[in-house]
């Protein structure tokens, strides 16, 4: 086993057995994941639990791959999201307003270029959090408020951002 | 006395009329002339009987005959089946005129002129019918584009249909491939195996990763095939492209005695350009020198295929002795549907398409072409 046990990573795919294959390749591996088959169950997911990663399919029935990124997005903003599109849907996908994807990949997907995308996501995700935190450590210090005030902030903080 | 002034009045006033019967007479003959000699329709006379007896220079043209090499033969024998054509003048004799649509007829080369023919009696003045009259247009032009038309639709439609199959043929063999992988995951775990059997295991899931590969790939060109896209540039070496397209065009260069010679700068020949475009453009331009040589070409054939650097952009030329492209068409090539090949053969989109590609590329193709000898085409592109 690697050192991926606290990826946390979503999978979102109506094709269930790639999902499955999927699935029990990166938790052999040591990814923590969820397997969803739309988006609409990817998103129940995100409500519950928090997720490092998305590998969202774009073309779904339902809720199509660039709802879905956007949806989880606004529930987890830091959530980084990698999109597996068909061959010639790059480009579409990327005229529909998709710029916040972390990383396109061509299907049939290529799974070692899978992994190496969730591990960069995790890291960008960690870099944004991190920044974000101290952004919002640092205005509440400038805040002036009293060190009690302070701690109880600073503990609110940890919880939205699980540091 | 009286009545003979009156008789040579008469005489002079029917002299009179006559003459101006003439004149309108002369004028409608000369009218009628006029419009039979220079019609590009195809107007005929008949008698009673379907004899010919009148045929305009449109006619002459439409089928290839001088009026003196059809005068007195029945208009049926010029029918591409005389048999048919009785119908329509069955029908005219009914109703005193008839319509028919796409007509065929017999040009004198063997080949089949389409005609959409108008047919009406000819009454003489006892209000008798003395014959036929027919005016025919030839419309073979319009039926070749509109059969050329259907084939560029049925080529689309083969694409969409092609593409569809090989994006949903993507998802089972993705599935495949990962079942294959997991599989050889659980084998390479797996305990009590003998030394024999996992090697064996290995070996099969290594293969059948190995084939949904080439599924792959092949879906992914037939989707590159069918898909229209915007260039996509990238650093590539022309005399390799070239390389590959003969190459790809092999099967076809089989069994013929066509030699290809290369006359390639020195070294290689690097641009920043579209290598799949680029190859389509020279597989259409390779693949009709071939197609020209088969059809005309003499003892001798050969392609030369050519490229030089100049300043900032580089030449390819393909040549062939073919004999060359007629003065009349050599204006036409580039045109959207034009094409000298039978229908169903040749879709007239070759050289527009190519033209279009390289005029993408920010390039041009021309061509010079010495009739009875032979034609080069000339593609430059700029190097970035």
Redesign the interface.
Same mark, same amino acid.
């Given at each position: 086993m690697d050192d991926q046990q606290d990826i946390r990573v979503l999978l979102v795919d109506d094709?269930e057995?790639?999902v499955e @294959?999927?699935s029990? /390749?990166l938790l *052999?591996k040591g990814f923590t994941v969820k397997a969803t088959f739309s988006g609409e169950q990817a998103l129940e997911a995100a409500g519950r639990d928090h997720y490092d990663v998305a590998v969202v399919d774009l073309k779904m029935p339902g809720m199509d791959g660039v709802e879905t990124q956007k949806k989880l997005r606004e529930i987890q903003p830091f959530l980084q999201c990698i999109v597996l599109t &068909?061959?010639?849907s790059i480009?579409s996908a990327l005229e529909s307003g998709q710029e916040d994807a972390f990383q396109y990949l061509l *299907?049939? =997907?290529d @799974?070692d270029a899978l992994v190496a995308g969730i591990k960069d996501a995790y890291k960008k995700k960690q870099e944004l959090q991190g920044a974000k935190f101290q952004e919002e450590v640092q205005r509440i210090q400038a805040s002036g408020m009293g060190a009690h005030g302070i701690r109880k902030a600073l503990a609110d903080l940890r919880k939205i951002y699980g540091v | 006395m009286e009545s003979n002034s009156s008789l040579s009045a008469e005489l002079r006033r029917v002299t009179r009329e006559l003459a101006s019967y003439k004149i309108e007479l002369h004028q409608t003959r000369a009218y009628l002339q006029c419009i039979l000699q220079n019609t590009s329709d195809l107007i005929f006379a008949t008698d009673a009987e379907g004899t010919l007896v009148s045929l305009s220079k449109g006619g002459e043209k439409v089928l290839g005959y001088s009026w003196i090499e059809v005068a007195g033969k029945p208009i049926k024998d010029f029918a591409e089946d005389p048999q048919s054509f009785e119908p329509v003048m069955a029908d005219c004799l009914e109703d005193g005129c008839a319509l028919a649509m796409d007509v065929p007829f017999r040009h004198k080369e063997g080949r089949t002129v389409y005609c959409n023919a108008s047919l009406m009696d000819l009454i003489n003045r006892e209000g008798r019918r003395v014959g036929t009259v027919g005016i025919c247009q030839d419309i073979t032009r319009w039926k070749r584009l509109q059969e050329d038309l259907v084939q560029v639709d049925r080529l689309a439609e083969i694409g969409r249909i092609a593409a569809g199959v090989?994006?949903e043929i993507?998802?089972p =063999?993705? =599935?495949i /491939?990962?079942?294959a992988?997991?599989a050889g995951?659980v084998v390479a775990d797996a305990k009590g195996l003998g030394t024999d059997d996992r090697q064996e295991l290995e070996e099969v899931m290594k293969k059948i990763g190995a084939q +949904?590969e080439r599924c &792959?790939n092949i +879906?992914?060109k037939l989707?590159?095939f069918a898909?229209e896209?915007r260039p996509s540039k990238s650093e590539l070496d022309i005399h390799e492209l070239l390389k590959e397209t003969i190459a790809f065009l092999a099967p076809q260069l089989k069994h013929t005695t066509i030699k290809i010679d290369l006359a390639f700068a020195e070294g290689p020949l690097l641009v920043k350009s579209d290598p799949r475009l680029l190859e389509q453009v020279f597989v259409n331009l390779i693949g009709n020198a071939i197609h020209a040589l088969l059809e005309k070409g003499g003892d001798d054939k050969y392609i030369a295929l050519g490229t030089v650097r100049k300043d900032s952009e580089v030449e390819i030329s393909v040549e062939d002795n073919a004999g060359g492209i007629p003065q009349e068409h050599q204006g036409k090539i580039f045109e959207l549907f034009f094409t000298t090949k039978p229908p169903g053969k040749g879709t007239g989109l070759g050289l527009p398409i190519s033209q279009n590609v390289v005029r993408s590329l920010g390039g041009e193709i021309t061509f010079q072409s010495k009739v009875g000898v032979g034609t080069t085409f000339r593609v430059r592109i700029p190097m970035s």
């Open positions: 094709e057995n790639l @294959y999927i029990k /390749r *052999k &068909g061959h010639g480009e *299907k049939p =997907v @799974y | 090989a994006h993507n998802n =063999v993705a =599935v /491939r990962e079942a992988a997991w995951e +949904t &792959g +879906t992914h989707l590159g898909r896209s």
